[in-house]
């Protein structure tokens, strides 16, 4: 493909539909997975203040800062398997020696067909995190590591009762009963479940509206809390309340809104242009100004109305322009799985890495659930820094991504 591939509506869907047997990414692609048989932070709880262009942030210019390499490995977040420090030995080295920022947690393994990948039990998580911590402040960046896991409640729930864990209730279930005193407290119990075990990022909660109840992946999965948006609005916000009172950050996701897709985006990039409206970026307006927004996770989705050429997470339009400029968000923006299989067959790896960076991603998700690629660390800080050193991405995008993060991490233990 070209360095800078130009997709139509029209190219964008045909390259979907070449790619129709891959899987959604690291939030949405387990979901199905999940609900199938075959599926194998601040003590006080008050809100954390956003990220702003006025927020104090590390300084990247210092002679003893960590290499650029050791910046671009901070921006990812891996999926990885084995279960103790012996079989995560390859992860473990990862963070320990190449200064990766985080980690996100599955249940089972798609690309084996397995019911183990990372999690068996609750002493067993635990031990396994610890390790991965210790690895991280052995690193040259010696910065904590974001521990990551899809943990919305009900039928995606990674942490689940066949492995230990206490039920959770869906994001469904908590949005009909509409008591946010009691989502709040269910927020908390599973943040203390998450935090017991070493997680301190939940890729929850999920703001897209139930616009479409027969959405194959959001809908039909009971992963939204309705679609009024002031009702999602005020779930999420206690449910994030409720994460934030035992020290886990929080997601909200998948922005601009996967609600109203009318097909399965397991089978590729969605075209939301017709379904998708403004009313979708409520939940984002609303939250982001009260101070309790973490972190943002994009979506796979393509609407022609936001970006004629490019799914959201390759969208200088959505990302920059629409979240960061109209909607004034200055945090950690994270993707969805840059692994999935139709961002790889339109774009290629190494230019979706390059828009979603230029597009103002700060952490790319590679969730080695599609294809499980055992070098993709190294691969993916090679040609980030080839990039930069090439000019076709600037240091200084680099850093504040950085700063983004460095400005996250402070806060997990505030």
């Known amino acids: 493909m070209s360095s800078d591939p130009r997709l139509s509506r029209r190219a964008l869907l045909a390259g979907a539909l070449g790619g129709a047997a891959a899987l959604l990414a ?3 692609a387990q979901a199905l997975h999940s609900a199938t048989p ?8 008050a809100a954390s203040a956003p990220a702003t262009s006025e927020t104090p942030l590390p300084s990247a210019s210092s002679p003893h800062g960590p290499s650029l390499a050791a910046k671009v490995a901070q921006m990812l977040l891996v999926g990885f398997r084995g279960t103790d420090a012996d079989s995560a030995a390859a992860m473990i080295r990862d963070v320990r020696e190449r200064s990766v920022g985080g980690v996100v947690l599955f249940s089972s393994d798609q690309p084996t067909g397995s019911t183990v990948r990372n999690i068996v039990s609750p002493s067993q998580l635990a031990a396994l995190t610890a390790a991965l911590q210790d690895a991280a402040a052995a690193s040259e960046a010696g910065d904590p590591l974001l521990v990551a896991v899809d943990e919305e409640g009900g039928r995606v729930a990674r942490l689940d009762p066949a492995h230990g864990f206490p039920a959770t209730e869906s994001a469904a279930a908590l949005g009909a009963r509409d008591d946010v005193t009691h989502t709040r407290i269910a927020g ?9 075990a070493g997680i301190n990022l939940n890729l929850a909660p999920v703001v ?3 616009v479409n109840p027969d959405n194959p ?3 039909a999965l009971d ?3 309705g679609a009024d948006p002031a009702l999602v609005t005020r779930q999420a916000r206690a449910f994030i309340r409720g994460h934030h009172a035992v020290g886990v950050r929080t997601t909200l996701k998948h922005f601009p809104g996967h609600g109203s897709s009318t097909a399965d985006s397991h089978l590729g990039v969605v075209d939301v242009t017709d379904t998708w409206s403004s009313v979708e970026l409520d939940p984002y307006r609303r939250l982001i100004p009260a101070g309790v927004v973490d972190t943002i996770l994009t979506a796979h989705v393509f609407n022609a109305r936001l970006d004629p050429d490019h799914p959201a997470t390759l969208s200088a339009a959505t990302i920059d322009g629409l979240l960061r400029g109209q909607l004034g968000w200055d945090g950690v ?8 299989g139709a961002i790889r067959q339109a774009y290629g790896y190494r230019d979706a890495v390059r828009l979603a960076i230029l597009a103002g991603v700060d952490v790319l998700t590679i969730a ?3 294809v499980f690629e055992a070098d993709v660390v190294a691969r993916t800080v090679g040609i980030v820094v080839d990039l930069v050193d090439r000019g076709e991405i600037s240091a200084e995008r680099i850093d504040r991504s950085w700063q983004r993060i460095q400005a996250l991490k402070a806060r997990l233990a505030a």
């Open 368 to 370: 080695n659930q599609q």
């Open 217 to 219: 992946i959001i809908g």
């Open 208 to 210: 897209d509206l139930d």
């Open 333 to 340: 923006v994270i993707s969805d799985d840059m692994q999935m």
């Open 38 to 45: 075959t599926a194998g932070p601040s003590a006080s709880g």
């Open 223 to 225: 992963r939204s809390f």
């Open 188 to 196: 908390q119990q599973m943040a203390a479940t998450l935090r017991a």
């Open 26 to 28: 690291a939030c949405a």
